[in-house]
């Protein structure tokens, strides 16, 4: 269904819905695209969505959303938005059900002449090692006992039972652990769906990605990050907290849907449902999304000891010693709380992100030690047949858009309509011509994620550094795919 709405075009990057369009509408929906980029937005209704999220109470400023917008449940996919943390509200959909799905990036000291040789060997390894799938479980018999720590310390649970680095937690962001999660406010169930899936990749556009540096744009900021030439090998890790996050959402939404009627609050989409920041049932969701992070943050850490693992038997050499670091971690569904200036204050804000990166600037606290005179690394695949970005933070997205950029390449085409459009075959073969080597758990994972069902990767990043909203620091490209 395409919209046809009221929109106007600000600059070259950006597009305004005004407030005018609706009565509930408290500020501007703001869409970051350009020509090219604005007429596949609007052959979908994610504006409408955009526009709805504007009437949420307590927003501060605009409604945002980042090139990669498609629909999504309530908030799209690709929002952006800042909600007063003493007066706004925190919603379940604009987090959504996997909570934290993220990327992690990993460094290598091999090049691509090293891996592509033996690229089918290390893939089939990584598919041996890292479970991936619908069904995929990973380490039930460590995670039983520790379910309330994996939910309660994260990536710090992970690390402490020898998943890992203790380096790796400070190129985490948040170090890897939300410090306000409330293991009791996560339900039975919601556990009992974490506790075999720990260390698991899952399905969907999860995906494990081995890469070449195609392209350097920003020599200081790819050295800083541990890129330091053109050719070098990474891996990218991208998946979420599985179906220990998918239940914590499902569940809220339920008391959530009970505030929204029992406070008579107003919404044009009751999948917007919410509560105030500082209710009780606000407050537990807050608590229990914070669990759903840790969850994820901690499985992703697993995930890479694993891929550790796995280069350290098909190369023979130590992960020390092939310079197996990790240069990031960073979340695209979250709600975190955070200071920003608005219109020549500080304000304490609840700033929702649905498919979206935090993207802070060179100097700012939060960005890791290591990091702060360049900017935090963010990290932003694309699809599996093009390859992905590494850019940074910007202080135009600190003052624009709450220090938040894009996530990826965004659907064009829902997943059904890729399974029926697309065989196995041509997809293999068309990565096959591109040399790279593709492995998925099942075929309906392939069909799903081919790369035609999605926007140009290019086109995304070319309207966030257009916009000022992040710079390019390099761009990977794939030699081998693991898909869930």
């Not at 908030?75 to 992690?104: H, K, L, Q, T, Y």
């Not at 890992?164 to 293991?183: F, H, I, P, S, Y």
């Not at 899936?197 to 399905?203: E, R």
């Not at 900017?375 to 997205?397: K, N």
Request: charged share 25%.
């Amino acid at each position: 269904m395409s919209w046809n709405g009221p929109l106007e075009k600000v600059d070259d990057f950006r597009w305004r819905i005004p407030r005018s369009y609706k009565e509930c509408m408290k500020g501007d929906a703001i869409i970051f695209a350009d020509e090219r980029m604005i007429k596949a937005i609007i052959s979908d209704n994610s504006p409408e969505q955009a526009a709805n999220v504007a009437c949420l109470p307590g927003i501060v400023g605009s409604s945002m959303a980042m090139p990669d917008i498609h629909w999504g449940y309530g908030f799209p996919i690709g929002g952006v938005a800042a909600m007063d943390a003493e007066e706004g509200v925190i919603s379940p959909g604009g987090i959504g059900f996997d909570i934290n799905c993220g990327v992690r990036l990993i460094t290598t000291g091999l090049r691509d002449h090293d891996v592509r040789p033996r690229i089918k060997d290390l893939i089939d390894t990584l598919f041996k090692n890292v479970p991936a799938g619908v069904g995929s479980k990973g380490v039930t018999g460590v995670a039983a006992n520790h379910i309330d720590r994996i939910l309660e310390e994260g990536a710090e649970w992970a690390v402490s039972e020898g998943f890992g680095w203790e380096e790796d937690l400070v190129r985490t962001e948040e170090n890897g652990r939300m410090k306000n999660a409330d293991a009791s406010k996560v339900s039975a169930k919601a556990k009992q769906r974490g506790v075999p899936q720990v260390g698991s990749l899952g399905s969907g556009n999860h995906f494990l990605e081995v890469d070449r540096v195609e392209r350097i744009f920003d020599p200081v900021a790819a050295k800083a990050f541990g890129m330091v030439e053109e050719g070098q090998v990474t891996v990218s890790i991208h998946c979420g907290s599985r179906g220990c996050g998918h239940q914590i959402a499902t569940d809220y939404l339920q008391v959530m849907e009970r505030s929204v009627k029992d406070r008579n609050i107003r919404l044009p989409d009751r999948q917007l449902a919410c509560a105030p920041v500082n209710s009780k049932e606000g407050q537990d969701y807050h608590a229990a999304m914070a669990c759903g992070a840790n969850y994820a943050w901690a499985n992703r850490q697993m995930i890479m000891h694993r891929v550790r693992q796995s280069f350290e038997k098909v190369f023979g050499r130590s992960a020390e010693d092939m310079g197996m670091d990790l240069v990031y971690d960073v979340a695209h569904n979250i709600a975190k709380v955070e200071e920003h200036s608005y219109e020549g204050r500080r304000r304490k804000v609840y700033v929702h992100r649905k498919g979206a990166t935090r993207a802070f600037p060179a100097g700012h606290p939060d960005v890791p030690s290591i990091y702060r005179p360049v900017g935090q690394p963010v990290l932003i695949p694309g699809d599996m047949g093009t390859g992905s970005y590494v850019l940074v933070g910007t202080e135009r997205a600190m003052q624009e858009s709450f220090g938040s950029t894009c996530h990826g390449a965004g659907r064009t085409m829902s997943r059904e309509a890729a399974i029926r459009t697309y065989s196995v075959r041509s997809i293999t073969s068309e990565m096959e011509s591109k040399g790279i080597y593709l492995k998925g758990s099942t075929r309906d994972g392939i069909q799903e994620e081919a790369p035609g069902a999605y926007k140009d990767i290019d086109d995304v990043i070319r309207v966030v550094v257009g916009a000022g909203l992040s710079r390019p620091v390099a761009k990977l490209t794939p030699i081998g795919v693991m898909k869930g």
